[in-house]
């Protein structure tokens, strides 16, 4: 299959850090590829990189069969770009955001005139269409600003983070609308901190730390890889007692226990002789549920807080 987006041995480097190191991936046609990893693991120096804002020290890129940076304003003409920060202008209506950006890639004024209409009604703005930004909710100038990023009807888009922020019902409009995309054959680079929309949207995830790809597949084939299929949470009490039972004999019920401030996880393949103890410890709460891919990204990547910068 050829590839739509092809990234060879990328490596970045700011003075004696190596931010990005020998990283390599590909996109086809129609896919969805999470990026995802914790502060500081490097997404945002390959996002720049992808968009020939930062030039590797190492490696190469491949976009709709042409090199990056060489012929970098040849492929942002046929890419779409949602950042992580809106950058809409204030002074603008929805439909003059639309308007102007769409003429930096020398669109014609009627042929964008005919476009503007449909993308607001793809964006559900139609209501909103001389409506400045700052009169819109958080999810209205997230949605428009994806429709601007389609202005150009592109094959590729990089999302940044395109959530960020929204509240579950804006976040679950911007899902709809990116499987929209993904049905109509568009490709997308994604990357997000919310593990259950990686989950949702990702056909493939890659999972980098310090610049590096640690894992790399199918959201729910990494689960099976890496993790036992059950977790059984324990928390409540005096807040301290469930962190001793991961040190009791009840730990030998489980495969693995971690601790995060007063919870315990246990992972297990059998869950019930775990549930039937832990059933006599009356003042703790339990939840049961499979395992999940942000139990996946902890256990890659650690519990420890990651802070920006």
């Avoid at 990702?202 to 640690?214: A, F, N, Y």
């Amino acid at each position: 299959m050829t590839l739509l987006f092809d990234a060879q041995h990328l490596t970045k480097r700011y003075g004696d850090q190596t931010v990005v190191n020998d990283l390599s991936f590909g996109i086809a046609p129609g896919e969805c590829l999470g990026l995802i990893g914790p502060n500081g693991a490097g997404k945002t120096t390959t996002i720049r990189m992808c968009l020939g804002l930062t030039v590797p020290d190492a490696g190469q890129i491949t976009a709709l069969g042409m090199p990056m940076p060489e012929q970098a304003q040849a492929i942002k003409a046929q890419l779409g770009v949602v950042s992580q920060f809106d950058t809409l202008d204030p002074d603008f209506s929805c439909a003059e955001n639309l308007l102007v950006f769409g003429r930096y890639f020398g669109l014609p004024t009627a042929s964008l005139r005919e476009r503007i209409p449909g993308l607001l009604t793809f964006a559900a703005l139609s209501h909103k269409a001389q409506a400045k930004p700052g009169e819109l909710s958080g999810g209205m100038r997230r949605r428009l600003s994806l429709a601007r990023a389609l202005v150009n009807d592109p094959q590729l888009l990089l999302l940044d983070e395109p959530t960020t922020g929204l509240d579950p019902q804006a976040r679950h409009l911007m899902w709809e609308r990116l499987q929209q995309l993904l049905q109509q054959g568009k490709s997308i680079l994604l990357t997000t901190h919310f593990m259950d929309e990686a989950e949702r949207l990702c056909h493939r995830l890659i999972v980098i730390d310090h610049g590096r790809k640690i894992a790399e597949g199918p959201p729910r084939a990494l689960i099976a890889e890496h993790l036992e299929p059950e977790v059984v949470e324990v928390y409540g009490g005096s807040g301290q007692e469930a962190q001793s039972l991961a040190h009791s004999p009840l730990a030998t019920l489980a495969s693995r226990v971690e601790v995060s401030g007063e919870t315990a996880f246990f992972y297990t393949r059998q869950a019930a002789p775990l549930l039937a103890e832990l059933a006599q410890h009356h003042h703790l709460r339990t939840l049961h549920r499979p395992a999940n891919l942000e139990d996946l990204f902890l256990k890659l990547t650690g519990r420890q807080i990651r802070e920006e910068g």
